[in-house]
């Protein structure tokens, strides 16, 4: 559009190079289990050579499911702008030994979080949106010019 209308919202698919830069850019990330009723679990996390790694209590739902695929999303939003992005990985679960690198995850939640976990990525995708732009550079509510 001309700059005398604005620039309308505008919605990208992402590649994975990007996806993976932006899963670095956070450190909450939600790990979903299970098929027919999923378990969502909102985690502290890192991300290095396409390996999610988190902690977690023993017993917990992550270690239920090791061995299985599961689901990792992790989005960032920006309500002045309504703009924002999401990721989806898909991955193999699994409990792994602890070493230095998975004992420096911060962990928001209580408990004795030693079994260390990590998603190994087989695929990811994503998407941006970058919100409605007014011809004044506001950012408009509806998405529209």
């Known amino acids: 559009m001309s700059a005398d209308t604005g620039v309308p919202a505008e919605l990208f698919q992402l590649d ?7 899963l670095t850019t956070q450190h909450v990330g939600r790990l979903i289990l299970g098929d027919v009723e999923p378990a969502v679990v909102p ?27 599961v689901t990792f ?11 924002g992005w999401s990721v989806l990985v898909r991955g193999r679960l699994d409990a792994t030994p ?19 976990m990590t998603v190994t990525i087989d695929t990811v995708t994503g998407r941006l949106l970058r919100g409605a732009v007014d011809a004044a550079g506001r950012h408009r509510a509806d998405g529209y010019l």
């Open 98 to 116: 602890a070493d230095a690198t998975e004992s420096r995850i911060d962990t928001w939640a209580p408990g004795d979080r030693d079994l260390v």
């Open 73 to 83: 999303e992790v989005d960032m939003f920006d309500d002045r702008t309504r703009s």
């Open 16 to 22: 994975r190079p990007t996806c993976l830069a932006l």
């Open 43 to 69: 985690l502290n996390y890192r991300i290095a050579d396409d390996v999610i790694t988190f902690r977690t209590e023993p017993g917990s739902h992550a270690q239920q499911a090791a061995g299985r695929g």
